[in-house]
C-alpha cells in the first residue's frame, strides 16, 4: 500500500503540475491574450501546451491503477478514480485534437462527478474541501459560458484561467489527502 500510495501521489502530482504549465504563457510569447482568449487557445499557439496537457492526461491516467487500490472499494470511491482517469483521457484527446468544444464540457464533467464522488466517502473536514470544490467548478464553468456566449474581449480569458487554477487547487487537496488518508487493511497471508 505505501508503494501504491507514493506512486499515486506523485503521479498525480506530476500531472497538477505539468497541467499548470499554461501559466508559462506569461513567459513565453504566445500570441493569445489572457484576458480575452480561453486558455484552451494556448494548445493551438504552441506545441509545448500539447505537450503539456497530453503528459499531464498520461500521468492522471497512470495514476489510475494505484489509486483504485487506495480508494473505498465501493462505487463512490471508484467513482473518484474514474473520474481521475476520465480527465486524463479527456487531456490526452485535447492534446491531439485540440480546439473541440466537447472537451471542456467532459473536463467539467469530470471535475463534478469527482467531487461529488469525494463528498460521499470523504471524512468530515474533508468533506467540505469537496463540497466547496465542486461548488467552484460549477461556478467558474458558469462564468467561462457566460463570457464565451457575449463574445470575444469580455474576459472569457480571465474565467478560464482562474477556472484552471481551481481544477489544480481541487487536485492538490486530493493529493493532500491520499498523503494523510489511512489505508485500507486487507488479509494478506492469513493475518487479520
Excluded: K
Aim: hydrophobic share 55%.
Amino acid at each position: 500500500m505505501r508503494t501504491a500510495r507514493l506512486v499515486a501521489v506523485v503521479l498525480v502530482g506530476l500531472g497538477v503540475v505539468v497541467y499548470s504549465a499554461w501559466l508559462l504563457e506569461f513567459l513565453l510569447p504566445t500570441g493569445v491574450s489572457p484576458t480575452q482568449q480561453p486558455a484552451g487557445d494556448l494548445l493551438l499557439a504552441a506545441p509545448l501546451f500539447r505537450v503539456t496537457v497530453g503528459t499531464a492526461g498520461f500521468a492522471f491516467v497512470l495514476a489510475g491503477p494505484p489509486l483504485m487500490r487506495l480508494a473505498p472499494v465501493h462505487w463512490t470511491g471508484r467513482l473518484t478514480v474514474s473520474s481521475v482517469v476520465c480527465l486524463g483521457l479527456v487531456l490526452i484527446a485535447d492534446s491531439l485534437v485540440p480546439g473541440t468544444s466537447v472537451v471542456e464540457l467532459l473536463t467539467n464533467l469530470a471535475f463534478v462527478s469527482g467531487s461529488v464522488s469525494l463528498a460521499l466517502w470523504w471524512p468530515p473536514g474533508w468533506r467540505e474541501w469537496a463540497v466547496a470544490g465542486c461548488a467552484l467548478v460549477l461556478i467558474t464553468w458558469a462564468l467561462v459560458f457566460v463570457a464565451s456566449q457575449l463574445g470575444p474581449g469580455l474576459y472569457a480569458g480571465v474565467f478560464s484561467r482562474v477556472q484552471l487554477g481551481v481544477r489544480a487547487v481541487l487536485l492538490v487537496v486530493g493529493i493532500a489527502y491520499v498523503v494523510v488518508m489511512p489505508v485500507p487493511r486487507f488479509a494478506s497471508g492469513g493475518n487479520h
